[in-house]
């Protein structure tokens, strides 16, 4: 057993070449491999996805690209992929590449979301939550406690992204859970000292965090490498619904010719929609997300079928919800709690109690707002939601039964709303 554990704190040599050069057509672009003066050695990323495969980092160094009449993002704009030793304030166990990579997609969230302070929590290149706040409703605090008690199981050993300075009441509610990363523009006096006592935490400070509205002007050359070998390049995603007025009204025609329409979202219905729609670029496809008051309820991620996505969403968010309810009312998961309520009569009927509470609730999902990356195919995916009383749906059209859509939003009592993104936002 100590063999096996070793692997994961142990740093995979790698032969990779210091830089890289890409050549598109009679265009040239330099990459300089990334490494770090950590105690006393040079080091590169510790290892891959995986403790067997070596990795190396690389930023772009020189060069530019001229494609289609785009602006692309040329060099001296990176953020995660030219952190330095300055930047790492703590290495941990120096960073791997999923390290680096759920920061990034933290960015990559984040960037369409500028207005607000605003955090994600990441595992696995997925969001676990993301929350915004205005300074007068509790700010970057607040945004961090909703979004870690969206999930605060699948939280557990993720990557804490923020958009603005990291306050003291912040560091303390990171330290007092376990997390790997911890990534802000900047950091109030005395912040580092608490984060540090978490000694294998990698507390990145990134200026460019707090310019993340720079990003939209320009994008990033995408590339996909295929098993066989092979390429796929493509010009970046950027989210079209940037502000509430980008939101189309949802209108069809259904089988027998008549023209169908959806209820248009409220404001406050709106700010949610778009609030999720920011975070849906970040999440694996096919995915929903359900958000209420500017965080979210519960994220479905990467499943084959839009109707199971939503209802994996709503199973998660259940039970969530009652682990919430568990661990802050008696200090003990929800896992937990089912054990000894097997032996123990009161503690049963805490259970059934809490069981209850979620049940009424929701898992929280009611009153909230839902977002799709992909059209509904068919209508039981929006039925679904409506079951758990959601108020209003976000989805980009398009479906040759979008009109079954809207009848299902405009059958419920009381009504849903509907609108369009025009918009796929597929992260494959």
Not at 11 to 17: A, G, H, I, K, T
Not at 64 to 70: E, Q, T
Not at 226 to 232: F, K, R, S, T
Not at 265 to 285: H, I, K, N, Q, Y
């Amino acid at each position: 057993m100590p063999q096996i554990k070793a692997m994961y704190s142990t740093l995979v040599r790698e032969d990779f070449p210091d830089t890289m050069t890409i050549i598109l057509g009679e265009e040239k672009l330099v990459y300089e491999k990334r490494s770090w003066q950590i105690n006393g050695e040079v080091k590169g990323l510790r290892y891959g996805e995986n403790p067997d495969q070596p990795a190396a980092l690389y930023h772009l160094k020189s060069g530019s690209i001229s494609i289609g009449g785009i602006t692309w993002r040329s060099p001296g704009n990176a953020i995660v992929s030219a952190i330095d030793e300055k930047q790492m304030i703590q290495s941990g166990k120096h960073p791997g590449k999923t390290n680096l990579t759920d920061v990034d997609n933290g960015v990559n969230i984040l960037q369409y979301l500028t207005e607000k302070p605003a955090c994600v929590i990441l595992k696995h290149n997925n969001p676990c939550g993301a929350a915004w706040a205005d300074s007068a409703n509790g700010g970057l605090e607040r945004a961090l406690d909703q979004a870690y008690w969206c999930d605060r199981i699948a939280a557990f050993g993720g990557a804490v992204i923020v958009n603005s300075p990291l306050t003291k009441a912040c560091a303390e509610m990171i330290a007092s859970s376990y997390f790997e990363v911890v990534a802000a523009p900047a950091y109030e006096e005395g912040v580092t000292a608490i984060l540090a006592s978490r000694k294998n935490l990698r507390i990145f400070e990134l200026p460019g965090l707090g310019r993340l509205a720079e990003l939209l002007a320009s994008s990033w050359l995408d590339i996909k490498s295929l098993a066989d070998g092979g390429i796929v390049v493509q010009k970046s995603f950027l989210n079209r619904i940037l502000q509430n007025s980008d939101f189309l009204p949802a209108t069809a025609t259904g089988p027998d010719g008549t023209e169908v329409s959806a209820r248009f979202p409220t404001p406050a219905e709106l700010d949610d929609l778009r609030f999720a729609w920011a975070v849906e670029s970040g999440v694996t496809s096919n995915s929903v997300i359900f958000a209420k008051n500017g965080a979210t309820v519960a994220i479905g991620t990467g499943e084959q079928d839009r109707v199971g996505c939503v209802e994996l969403a709503i199973h998660k968010a259940y039970g969530k919800y009652a682990d919430a309810l568990a661990f802050r009312e008696l200090g003990m998961p929800l896992y937990d709690l089912k054990i000894k309520a097997a032996t123990d009569a009161s503690l049963a009927a805490r259970l059934d109690e809490i069981l209850a509470k979620t049940d009424a609730k929701c898992g929280g999902l009611a009153g909230s707002r839902l977002v799709s990356d992909g059209f509904f195919p068919f209508r039981d995916g929006v039925d679904a939601a409506i079951a758990q009383k959601v108020t209003a749906i976000a989805q980009p059209g398009g479906s040759l039964r979008d009109a079954e859509s809207i009848i299902a939003c405009n059958e419920a009592a009381p009504q849903v709303a509907m609108a369009y993104t025009a918009q796929r936002s597929f992260k494959h």
